[in-house]
Each structure stands twice: as structure tokens, then as C-alpha cells.
């Protein structure tokens, strides 16, 4: 039985409605602009994730975004060794934990508030080309739109048909959710816990949320790591867990941007961009290298190709639309290098090295440390955090930095 085509023509198409998706739906809708989204879940869904937000974020989301906040956090501990930490107190936040079922379910909202057609529960199945557009297949219907945006995640299936040749890199990470009174400092003074300890070559998280505690464990270095036993040592080793029973981690792939691919000079033609398709969020790779955060660079992909989807529907051809790997290059690329780098050296390190550098530079540490909580503010960036350590090092070439 063939499946019937709707006759309406869309100006876009957003497969796939987390945070990438749904922030494009949202600026593109606010701008007139037609949008038929889809998800093959119905919001409010479960998401594996840790749902913590970086302070930065807060620029660029609607403004009653605090409405969906679980917890403000102002404390992190840095956790480097057995017994070994370092506490980060700021009096402004520094980062925002959500549970995405309630932030998910808030930005698709905006979105239909905005105009946005969505039908949740429709899975797209293929994507092909037409005259003049593209044509979106569901098991239910054909759609049609002048250009599509691939939304949909890490396994996105826009990017499987409309950018065959790509071949990029996944994480594996882990997370479970404690519900229930979890009595202990993470909630009284909400706080964010990462160790290093936690992981042979990523990390451990601790977050807090209103009714629990969010957990897990992200390995950056594929192939030499295995997540699962490393999630079950953190859980039998970090005293804060202690006494919770700790249901089995989901496991999800992380898919972690190359820092290879953003050295200056690489094209980006073909990236994110190729004919009427664009990828945006996980489906583009857009997720740092560092700490794993996805949901600041979906949202703002999502808005950057919104920006240039607005400037090429009012032209006659299709090159406007390369603006959007341009401006995903010069704002994420110089970042994403950095965060690369500083990626191969902490997770590179033996941990013991971090025990050694930890107990002979504490202060060292501490203003690393306390920098990169200003990075998550939005008050650094990567690529000043890097110049100041180059300075600190005497290395030439390294500019002075400012206060
Ligand atoms: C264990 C783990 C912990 C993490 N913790 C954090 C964290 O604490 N902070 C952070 O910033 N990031 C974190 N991340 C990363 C973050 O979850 C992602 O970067 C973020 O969800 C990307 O958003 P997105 O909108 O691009 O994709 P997604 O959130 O994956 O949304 C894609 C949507 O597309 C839909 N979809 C998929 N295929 C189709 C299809 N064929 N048809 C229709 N719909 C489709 C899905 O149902 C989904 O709703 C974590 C990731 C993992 C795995």
C-alpha cells in the first residue's frame, strides 16, 4: 500500500523535537516562518541524561526558563583522587539542573505557542529529494517542505540519508536517577560532584535534582574503557553514594565533537550542510569534548540555523544556508579545539598524576578549577582558560590576560 502524500508544502521540516530541534521550531515560528516538526515519542519522555545545564545558557533560552528548574547550583566539588577534592563556591550560579522530560516538554511548548505544526508519536522513516524541496516519509504520510532540519539525535536518520558519507564518533556514557529523600550535602547545598577518580579515561557526575539525585559516568577515550564496570566501582567507592540503592544506568551514545575536524583551515562544506538538509544538536556532532555537554550547543544550533534558514527563504537560491556551517565554525570551532586538547590531557593523565599535581599545586588547581567554573558562567571561554594557563607557563606566544 503506497502512503499518501499531504498536500501541503512546509517551509521546513524538523525531524526530531529535543532541545535542537525545538529551538529551531521556536525562533523560525516566531518569524512566520511554516514549520512541521515531528518526534516519535510524545513529550513529556524520558531521556538519558544528566539534564545539567551550564549557568551560560540562561543568554539564550526564553526567559521564564527558571520556571523548569529543578535545582541552582552554586557549589561544585572536584573530586581528583581517593580522598582528594576541591570545592568551587560561587555567589552566582553555575550551572542549572533540569529533568528533560519537564525542560523538553517546556521548549516544544514555546515552540506550538509560536505556531509550529508538531505530531508527536510519527516516526520519519526516509528522506528523499524532490523539485524544488524535499519530501519527509512517516508510516503514516509524505510530506513535503522546501528544507529539512535533522533534529533527531545521534542516530539521526536525516543525517543517515542526506549525509551518507559521514563517519563520526560516539562515547559510550551511563546514567541512573535515585528518587526519594537522598539526605546528604548534595541537597542542602545543592552540588554538582565530578570525579575524575570516577573513570579510567572520562569522568564520574553527581547532580541533584529536587526529588533525588542524577549519576554517571562518561568514558572519552572509546575502545581502552569499560563503562559499565566503571560506573559500578563509582557507585561502591564514592562515599556520597553510600547507603543508596542505586538503580541499573542506561546507557546511551555520546557523540562527542572531533577536535581534529575544528583546526583552523579544515573546510566545513558538507558538515552540517548539503543541499536542502542541515543537521543541528547530537545529529550534528555538536557535543563538547571535555565534559559532554550537548544541550547548551543544541539549543544554539538550532537558533544559528534558524538565522540562516530566515535569510535564505527569501532568496532564490540555496547559498545562504552555508552560512550556518560558518557560524557553527567560528563559534563553536575555536572552543571545541580547546576543549579537545584539554580533553587528551586530563583524561590522558594517569590518575596519579592528577594525586602528584593536586598535592603540589593546590593553589594552581584551585584557580584552574574555579576558571572553569567562570567558563560554565559564561564569563570565560576555552579559549581564554587556555590562554591563561599558557601564560601562567611563561609561553610566548601567550597573550596577557585580563582580570
Ligand atoms: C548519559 C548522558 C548524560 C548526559 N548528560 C548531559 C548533561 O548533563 N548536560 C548536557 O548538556 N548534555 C548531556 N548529555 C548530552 C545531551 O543529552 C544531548 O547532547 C542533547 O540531548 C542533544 O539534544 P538534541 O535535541 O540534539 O537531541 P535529543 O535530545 O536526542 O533529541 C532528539 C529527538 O529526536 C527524536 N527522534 C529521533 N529519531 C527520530 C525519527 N526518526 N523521527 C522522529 N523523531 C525522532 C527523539 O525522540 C528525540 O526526542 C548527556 C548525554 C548522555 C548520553
Redesign the pocket.
Known sequence: MSIPLNSHMYDVII???????ASAAYELSQHGISVLA????RHP?Y???????SARIVKILPADFLSVVEETVHRVQFIYGDQESFLIDSPEPIAYMVMRQHFDRWLVDKARQAGAAIREG????AIGAVDQGVEVVTKQERYRSRLVIG?????S?VAQHCFPERRLRTIP???SEVHGECAHAFQETPTALISLQAAKKGYGWI?PKQQGLSL?V?EFVKGTTRPKQSFRDFIDHEPALAGLTIPSPLG???PIAQAQAYRSGQTWAGRLVHGRALL????GHL?DPLL?????Y?VRSGQLAAQSILQTLGQPDLHPLSEYEMLVASEFGPEFRVAGRLGSIIYGLPRSIHRWAGHRFPEAYQRVLHRYCALLQGKETYQSLWNRMLYRLHWPLAEKPGA
Not at 531521556?47 to 545545564?53: A, D, E, I, P, T
Not at 510519527?122 to 522513516?125: M, S
Not at 533534529?151 to 542516530?155: F, K
Not at 559532554?292 to 547548551?296: K, L, N, R, S, V
Open positions: 525531524v526530531g523535537m529535543g532541545p535542537a530541534g515531528f518526534d516519535k515519542q519522555r531521556k538519558v541524561c544528566g539534564g545539567g545545564l510519527e516516526t520519519v522513516v533534529a533527531d539525535g545521534v542516530m536518520v556514557a551511563l546514567e547532580f554517571g562518561g546511551y551514545p555520546l543541528v544538536g547530537d545529529a557535543v559532554g555537554e550537548g544541550i547548551y543544541a
